[in-house]
């Protein structure tokens, strides 16, 4: 400390300092822990302060702990700090530009993270599992209370629920409580589905309202969903239309683990005669691994030839991510399908489905082949049952043995 006195009894002063920064919390609330160690510097003309801050630990909203934070400050004569600060938070870096007015209280703060989905989720979704890395713009402020807005994208790689999301971005904001809207592309059974959604936050519970558009087996899809996420739970409802049909959706997922139940009517397969299915079905596993079961209450098929034109029966679906497998038995057996739909949408963006309808009659068969190939070949080789063989790629359907 240097004190020195002129004929003006003017006072020079330089104090040298190490301090808790916790004492700095009336100006700053968020402050939990750190070090300043700087000078203090007092003149005739101005009253100016600079420091180094170390190992400083900040919370700026609930749930969100920001540690090692590092940088400098600085404290001019009309009572303004700035700050340059970094740290870590959610399992990514921090980087913020820190502005705090004493005189009117108020503090701005312009900045941006990188955190991983994974550490996101644990956060502010607990049990929703997800992969790869955010990019998130902050701005905003205040002193008692708080406005925070900003942006949020994801790197391609990013995966919420066991969803591959090819596609993230949205804006946010938090006040008392967060809201944010964001759109996605994911893909489904190798075609491309929009996803847009509002999620808001009330204490501990996340809740999203959600929409999807896009295609399904080359048939338009539409669905609105309400989501509720809460001690590590996710519940979701939906309604909506797939493969010309309705369907209705209740279930959960917990990490990666899907339950689902629906109901169906009048979709239309993608088989080369007009369909109409209506039934329930149950799903459980993951996006990667999924198995459904399910029931056919009326099941219409106008196949030529064949005067039976109605049937109910069960039906089975399992996806491995690259492959859907079904099979189904109709009417006490008067028809079987198995087949399998290979997705290639990763290389040439189409599908194949290949399949065995049993147990059809010769003319029926003929018939069949007729209609869905032009070159219409003569079926040969098929067996007494009457097997035949479906294949289907770029909307080009043949039927033989």
């Known amino acids: 400390m240097r004190y020195d006195i002129g004929k003006d009894f003017a006072v020079n002063l330089k104090i040298n300092a190490d301090l808790d920064a916790r004492m700095a919390k009336f100006y700053y609330e968020p402050i939990r822990a750190g070090r300043v160690r700087g000078s203090l510097t ?30 400098r400050a600085n404290l001019t004569s009309d009572q303004k700090v700035s ?55 902050v701005r905003g402020g ?15 790689n990013t995966s919420v629920a066991g969803f591959a999301l090819r596609t993230l971005t949205g804006d946010w904001r938090y006040a008392d409580r967060l809201e944010a809207n964001v759109s996605a592309v994911t893909t489904l059974v190798g ?79 993608p088989v080369p005669f007009p369909s109409a299915l209506t039934g329930s079905a149950n799903a459980s596993g993951t996006v990667t691994d999924l198995r459904v079961a399910g029931l056919l209450s009326e099941a219409t098929l106008r196949i030529p030839n064949v005067k039976k034109t109605s049937y109910s029966g069960a039906f089975n679906l399992a996806w491995n991510g690259q492959r859907l ?23 040439s963006g189409d599908a194949g489905l290949h399949a065995q309808l049993k147990r059809l009659g010769r003319s029926a068969r003929r018939s069949i082949r007729a209609a869905t190939d032009p070159a219409r070949r003569a079926a040969r080789g098929c067996d007494g049952a009457g097997n035949a063989r479906v294949d289907w790629r770029e909307n080009h359907w043949a039927l033989g043995c």
């Open 42 to 71: 007092v003149t005739p003309k101005l009253v100016s302060a600079s420091a180094t801050i170390s190992g400083g630990v900040l919370e700026p909203v609930e749930g969100l702990t920001v540690r090692g934070v590092a940088g």
């Open 83 to 137: 700050a340059l600060l970094t740290g870590t938070a959610l399992g990514g870096e921090v980087e913020a530009d820190l502005a705090v007015d004493i005189v009117k209280e108020r503090w701005d703060v312009i900045g941006k993270l990188d955190p991983s989905v994974k550490s996101t989720l644990e956060n502010f979704a607990a049990g929703t599992v997800g992969t790869g890395r955010l990019g998130v713009t």
């Open 142 to 156: 205040g002193w008692e209370t708080l406005d925070l807005r900003g942006t949020v994208s994801g790197t391609p």
């Open 191 to 269: 075609q491309d589905v929009a996803l847009n959604a509002r999620v808001t936050t009330r204490g501990e519970r996340v809740l999203v309202d959600a929409k999807a558009n896009g295609n399904l087996l080359e048939q338009p899809l539409s669905a609105t969903a309400k989501i509720d996420v809460l001690n590590g739970v996710t519940s979701i409802t939906a309604t909506g239309k797939a493969l010309r049909g309705k369907v209705s959706v209740a279930g959960k997922i917990a990490g990666e683990r899907l339950n689902f139940s629906s109901q169906f009517a009048k979709l239309q397969l």
């Open 325 to 347: 497998s079904s099979d189904a038995t109709l009417a006490g057996g008067d028809l079987m399908w198995r087949g399998d739909l290979v997705n290639t949408a990763g290389s």
